[in-house]
């Protein structure tokens, strides 16, 4: 059974910082391409960032959190993280990490398997 659990989100200053981490389990995480998705209070979800399966070289980002936010993956703890900088009131939101099943770079991503997500509150 596929499982990722996100961890690390919180109340947070704007302009201040946070590490989410997804922790995959019951599939070979390192074969797949992983992303990050945000679902802000009444709004549909937004893709933040995805990285390809292996050794994560190749990186994307939305044009929402480009040069602030940083996706890697440690394969050998079957782990994704993000860390968020210059936190904004308007990244607030309930952040998931999910399997792309869709070819990586070419949006909109398809998903399979998502966690319960970890809440960012960014306020002060």
């Known amino acids: 059974e596929v499982q990722l659990v996100e961890s690390g989100g919180g109340l947070v200053q704007p302009g201040g910082s946070l590490r989410l981490s997804c922790a995959a389990s019951g599939f070979t995480f390192g074969s797949y391409d992983m992303s990050w998705v945000r679902q802000a209070p009444g709004k549909g979800p937004e893709w933040v960032s995805a990285?390809?399966?292996?050794?994560?070289?190749?990186?994307y980002y939305a044009d929402s959190v480009k040069g602030r936010f940083t996706i890697a993956r440690d394969n050998t703890k079957n782990t994704v993280l993000l860390q968020m900088n210059s936190l904004k009131p308007e990244d607030t939101a309930v952040y998931y990490c999910?399997?792309?099943?869709?070819?990586?770079?070419?949006?909109?991503?398809?998903?399979?398997?998502w966690g319960q997500g970890t809440q960012v509150t960014v306020s002060s």
């Open positions: 990285i390809n399966s292996g050794g994560g070289s190749t990186t």
């Open positions: 999910a399997v792309i099943t869709s070819p990586l770079g070419y949006l909109p991503y398809k998903f399979d398997s």
